[in-house]
């Protein structure tokens, strides 16, 4: 059975939230990381992403955003208007990274990060994106061996174990083949977009799962429910 984590958050460094939490029995604690989960995924309460704490206040001042998204929403912010959009994320992830990330890519990234739905990402929204990249690029440039810009089968699964997301080799095929059926490698781009999609998916699945058995029953409206919201 595949084991399903979200990337980008590492249960084991989430700060303690009370005095009393070092007594918490191991159930306790699954209680609390998924309490933790669902308020990440209704955006409403403050959230811990790798010891950083966040608040979806799009009021607050920007020196509570760490100075490292800061300095980079800054660099691709080239109009000033207080957001990113899909083309100026494009530009930067081809001068940070050397490698062309498609206008459809882009898209979707700041279509599923937009949560105020005005066409960009602010500086909350993109400190978001901005940690989950970070540890999804760590991972394929560790496992691009070749520096090709590719990662075949074997390099997918070693990338995603290395987020402690382990999948069957049949699972790892249909990931870099559903979009081109003779593709033998996954590109930079569709990597992040992967990512991402299972990110959600883990995210609307640890919602259902209660008693993280790693089965849910669900039923068909909530299920198309699920689906659209990762879409």
Not at 7 to 36: A, C, F, M, W, Y
Not at 76 to 84: A, S, Y
Not at 122 to 151: C, M, P
Not at 186 to 195: A, G, K, P
Request: a neutral charge; hydrophobic letters at 35%.
């Amino acid at each position: 059975m595949s084991e399903y984590r979200p990337t980008g958050i590492d249960e084991r460094r989430i700060i303690s939230i009370g005095p009393g939490d070092k007594n918490l029995t191991r159930e306790q604690k699954k209680n609390v990381v998924n309490k933790l989960l669902t308020e990440i995924r209704a955006r409403k309460y403050n959230y811990v992403i790798n010891d950083v704490a966040f608040a979806n206040d799009h009021s607050r001042p920007l020196a509570r955003v760490h100075p490292a998204v800061e300095k980079w929403f800054r660099t691709m912010d080239t109009k000033n208007e207080g957001k990113i959009s899909s083309k100026e994320l494009q530009q930067a992830f081809e001068t940070f990274q050397g490698k062309h990330f498609s206008d459809a890519a882009c898209k979707f990234v700041v279509r599923l990060f937009d949560l105020d739905k005005n066409g960009g990402l602010d500086v909350n929204e993109f400190e978001t994106l901005y940690h989950y990249i970070k540890q999804w690029l760590i991972a394929f440039n560790t496992y691009d061996r070749d520096e090709s810009g590719f990662l075949d089968e074997s390099e997918l699964d070693c990338a995603l174990k290395h987020m402690n997301i382990s999948f069957s080799p049949d699972f790892i095929r249909f990931l870099i083949t559903k979009n081109n059926p003779k593709a033998k490698k996954l590109s930079l781009d569709q990597y992040i977009i992967t990512c991402i999609q299972i990110q959600r998916f883990s995210d609307e699945f640890k919602m259902r799962d209660k008693n993280f058995t790693g089965n849910i029953t669900i039923k068909y409206e909530d299920f198309l429910e699920m689906i659209m919201r990762c879409l």
